[in-house]
């Protein structure tokens, strides 16, 4: 017969604990032990980065487990409000405002760059890392690409170091904390882009003017650190309400043996060893002696399966995480076979061009009908992004509301906004200017029901991949709308035909946004013709 083998370890049917215990000091390490200390399939991903000090645990949970949670709609879940909001100023303000430094980069390379957006990418490590992690991460090369781009020699140099960051963590962290109010919680986060736009203006047009372009990139790097503070305060839910299981014990805590108690049982499995053998006696003296060789050992042993407890579940993370991120592009269950969200893609390419359109030509239509006084007294361009604040807060307030469906605001906020691009360029006096700039302004805050309306396209759980493509989507059209915009006038020498031509292609992009309704009221004619050819 074949001699039989020890206890296994769970979860690795292979590594037996004879062998683990024969390895490391006897023992000093009891099965008990080494079952707490290697992963199982039976735990939880957030107990055993806890123990090694590491929380990047933030897991969507369903619905249901998150409505019996005390921070939902409260609580801590401002905290994250104001975590994004801070985001948005650092990151989103900072972009608005590059309009100086773009000055200083056409004088010296004759050319401008614009920062791209690892937005399909940051999906991946929010999966891998958590949001915690993740705007962590995104803090430090957001500032590395800061001072890195103070020593570029060319154009080329700043499209590699320039425009990382990590905005989609904010964003899902507050759609993860809010449900009653997600539009208001995402409005409210979202105001900090029209904050950072002014902010950071002076700013930069201040470090600019007394220290020079380079150095101001510097200092812009160091204030750029505090993301990760933002990225600090984003706490993952904990699994229940009070956070401990009906034992009164912290899950996300495994229980661990002292070093008094392993060195106890260790003691205590060398005297059952005396007791089986009447012919070998050990004096007290000799148990003291070798004490401190045997807890050395013990630590040692300890250490090395604390490191090889890390790698393994950091590994076990990252190809979770991987695994997940290239289902959600790739796979059966695609983010691009849901047909609704790649109408939604389209409708983020033709949006944002014509967003820009505004600020790109309303000085010279303002030089045009001889209205440079009265602009300078209250810009034009203010009244939108002053105006942009409220309509975020308004919009979401208002789409909030129970008897209020969040895709019809958003809608209605879009064909607002494109009929105010088609009357801008037949308003010619300032007043009229400044009503239709305070509609573009109002209607355009619907940028802050987009992460809402992503969500509720494909669900929490696939919201940091989705919203990432969104981005990167705004930003592609955003790239393509200024030059078309020039395109347009160095063919007809007028700006009129600029806003026509985008607004239309606005209209194009409000038509795929029409699919939804369409499909919605296709299949609930299907129903009802079924339910009658039943009866």
Known sequence: MCPSKGPTVPGHPGLEAKFLQSKFSGPLLSWDLIKNLLPTKSWKMYTSHEDIGYDFEDVPKDKKTLKSHPNIDGGWAWMMVLSSFFVHILIMGSQMALGVLNVEWLEEFHQSPWPDSMGPFIGLFINTCGCRGTAIIGGLVNSLGWVLSAYAANIHYLFITFGRDGLPAGVVMVGRYFQKRRALAQGLSTTGTGFGTFLMTVLLKYLCAEYGWRNAMFIQGAVSLNLCVCGALMRPLSPGKEGKDP??????????????????????????????????????????????????????????????????????????????????????????????????????????????????????????????????????????????????????????????????????????????????????????????????????????????????LVGIEHLANAYGIIICANGISALLGPPFAGWIYDITQKYDFSFYICGLLYLVGILFLLIQPCIQIIEQSRKKSMGGTQV
């Not at 969200?341 to 389209?346: G, L, N, S």
């Not at 969040?406 to 009929?419: D, G, H, K």
Request: proline share 5%; glycine share 6%.
């Open 247 to 456: 034992a009164g014990r912290d899950p996300q805590v495994p229980p661990a043996h002292s070093t008094e108690s392993v060195k106890s049982s260790g003691q205590l499995g060398r005297a059952d060893e005396k007791e089986a053998s009447p012919g070998r006696e050990e004096t007290l003296g000799d148990l003291a002696d070798q004490a401190c060789p045997e807890e050395a050992g013990h630590r040692k042993n300890m250490c090395a399966f604390r490191v090889l407890k890390m790698v393994s579940q950091l590994t076990l993370r990252v190809r979770k995480g991987f695994r997940e991120w290239y289902s959600g592009y790739f796979g059966a269950a695609s983010l691009f076979t849901n047909r609704v969200f790649v109408a939604f893609i389209f409708w983020a390419l033709f949006a944002y061009s014509s967003f820009v359109i505004p600020f790109i030509h309303l000085p010279e239509i303002v030089n045009l009908y001889n209205l440079s006084e009265q602009n300078d007294v209250f810009p034009l361009t203010s009244i939108i992004a002053i105006v942009h604040i409220f309509g975020k807060v308004i919009l979401g307030i208002v789409a909030d509301l129970p008897c209020i469906s969040v895709w019809n605001v958003f809608l209605m906020a879009n064909f607002t906004l494109v009929l105010s691009i088609f009357l801008l360029p037949l308003m010619h006096t300032y007043a009229s200017l400044a009503v239709i700039c305070a509609l573009i302004g109002f209607s355009s805050g619907y940028f802050s029901l987009m992460p809402v309306v992503t969500e509720d």
